[in-house]
């Protein structure tokens, strides 16, 4: 296990004092202007980028015109290293006239690089994601007959060489541009995850594969720093210490490429304490995705005031059947608690039903865009919260985002199960004690 915490330590100290001292070079207003073969019209492109949180994370917005077809698209960048922004999977459409797609997926993936022209002006080039079969990801019109329009719109951006210069450093900002740098306020899944708070500065990482996949390749930024760079999954079993700064860290998994065939499938797992997750480019919402982010919170006087703790009480241990499967077991201080369930990936018209002990809450809640919120009441005591999976929707396994709330704190869970299936929550109500008034 390598052991690179000094190291890291000071290089943390470096690059925070170099960001310091110098204007974000990515922020501002990118343009270009482009034509397809054979086509005299012109493809006008323009990227807004806001702000970035810590120098990583970069709210931006696209806008697209070309021939009678305009649109708006927000989106999310992710900084790989000094000169790399990672693009979104998804971009979320804000407007789109005179057409509409009923996908928000454009072939604008892999990522942007920061370089200077001949004249020494700064540009963006696109870099597409190396694979000998790149994936297809499919757009589908409602107005069959602007199917050559939209095609050769996407066949510009799937393969022309695209360079944006940029026309202004001032920051894109907007009313909703803040909603894309947090999950539950985003209008879609960015590729960045919720808010992990650990209990410990100190953790474990390790990557993992699909076996048969050749070549597939990734690397890792914490806090704007690569500390695995392009690991073959296949060929070395990388696993090392990780240390994080107290406070906020954002941590980026990158695909760096898509393999032979199929969208990059490597997963990383990580492990500080008693707390485990993982990142995995082989689930639904993340294939053929550039990145997945994750914020990472150690603070360990403050976090046990924004989520809820680990659940070690006793309760009911019984052992879990062939189809049951237990996804949380949280403490909650709280006895009244709110469900908010929803699909951050597409309505595909899954629905679910969720019980409380021996009570159902709901029965055949569909599962939509936007969330659906449901008010429980716990008992003293160890609670069973049950989700079912009622269908698969349209697009196979059911997958739903489920998250708790009591005001002050809040934990989410991913899932994804088949009908049939149980998928258990286990909380411990422990009403919080009055804080005792010492008399001078």
């Known amino acids: 296990m390598t052991k690179n915490i000094f190291l890291f330590i000071c290089c943390f100290v470096f690059y925070s004092i170099h960001l310091s001292a110098q204007t974000d070079p990515f922020s501002g207003?990118?343009?270009?202007?482009?034509?397809?073969?054979?086509?005299?019209s012109t493809i006008n492109i323009e990227l807004q980028i806001g702000a970035s949180q810590r120098n990583i994370l970069y709210p931006a917005h696209i806008k697209i015109a070309y021939d009678s077809f305009f649109a708006e698209y927000d989106l999310l960048l992710a900084k790989k290293n000094i000169r790399e922004l990672g693009i979104s999977k998804n971009k979320y459409p804000m407007l789109q006239s005179p057409l509409v797609l009923k996908d928000r997926t454009l072939?604008?993936?892999?990522?942007?690089?920061?370089?200077?022209?001949?004249?020494?002006?700064?540009?963006?080039?696109?870099?597409?994601?190396?694979?000998?079969?790149?994936?297809?990801?499919?757009?589908?019109?409602?107005?069959?007959?602007?199917?050559?329009?939209?095609?050769?719109?996407?066949?510009?951006?799937?393969?022309?060489?695209?360079?944006?210069?940029?026309?202004?450093?001032?920051?894109?900002?907007?009313?909703?541009?803040?909603?894309?740098?947090?999950?539950?306020?985003?209008?879609?899944?960015?590729?960045?995850?919720?808010?992990?708070?650990?209990?410990?500065?100190?953790?474990?990482?390790?990557?993992?594969?699909?076996?048969?996949?050749?070549?597939?390749?990734?690397?890792?930024?914490?806090?704007?720093?690569?500390?695995?760079?392009?690991?073959?999954?296949?060929?070395?079993?990388?696993?090392?210490?990780?240390?994080?700064?107290?406070?906020?860290?954002?941590l980026t998994f990158f695909a760096d490429n898509f393999g032979n065939d199929l969208p990059n499938t490597s997963r990383m797992s990580?492990?500080?304490?008693?707390?485990?997750?993982?990142?995995?480019?082989?689930?639904?919402?993340?294939?053929?995705?550039?990145?997945?982010?994750?914020?990472?919170?150690?603070?360990?006087?403050?976090?046990?005031?924004?989520?809820?703790?680990?659940?070690?009480k006793p309760g009911d241990d019984t052992p879990l059947k062939k189809d049951e499967k237990l996804i949380g077991s949280i403490i909650s201080p709280s006895q009244q608690l709110t469900f908010a369930i929803w699909d951050d990936v597409i309505d595909d018209g899954d629905t679910v039903s969720i019980k409380i002990n021996d009570g159902w809450l709901v029965k055949g809640c569909p599962v939509k865009k936007t969330p659906r919120f449901i008010t429980a009441t716990l008992k003293p005591g160890p609670n069973?919260?049950?989700?079912?999976?009622?269908?698969?929707?349209?697009?196979?396994?059911?997958?739903?985002?489920?998250?708790?709330?009591?005001?002050?704190?809040?934990?989410?869970?991913?899932?994804?199960?088949?009908p049939g299936e149980k998928n258990f929550i286990k909380i411990f109500y422990e009403a919080e004690q009055p804080k005792k008034i010492i008399q001078p």
């Open 270 to 312: 990580l492990e500080f304490g008693n707390k485990k997750f993982a990142l995995d480019f082989a689930s639904r919402k993340d294939s053929a995705a550039t990145f997945i982010a994750l914020k990472l919170v150690c603070d360990p006087d403050k976090s046990k005031d924004r989520y809820f703790a680990e659940n070690t």
């Open 107 to 250: 072939f604008l993936t892999g990522s942007l690089d920061l370089s200077k022209d001949l004249k020494g002006a700064p540009v963006l080039n696109l870099l597409r994601i190396n694979s000998k079969q790149p994936p297809e990801i499919k757009t589908t019109i409602i107005l069959n007959d602007s199917a050559r329009l939209i095609g050769k719109l996407n066949s510009f951006l799937k393969n022309a060489d695209i360079s944006l210069k940029k026309v202004t450093s001032i920051p894109w900002h907007s009313d909703h541009s803040d909603d894309i740098l947090e999950p539950a306020l985003s209008p879609t899944y960015f590729g960045l995850k919720d808010t992990v708070y650990l209990p410990t500065r100190d953790g474990l990482i390790h990557f993992s594969g699909i076996k048969r996949r050749k070549n597939d390749q990734v690397s890792v930024a914490l806090i704007g720093l690569v500390i695995f760079d392009k690991i073959d999954i296949e060929k070395k079993k990388e696993e090392g210490d990780i240390l994080l700064a107290p406070g906020l860290n954002i």
């Open 29 to 40: 207003t990118w343009q270009m202007a482009g034509h397809v073969d054979g086509d005299t």
């Open 384 to 418: 069973t919260i049950l989700f079912l999976a009622d269908n698969l929707g349209s697009i196979p396994p059911n997958t739903s985002v489920l998250e708790i709330i009591d005001g002050k704190r809040r934990k989410s869970f991913e899932m994804e199960s088949t």
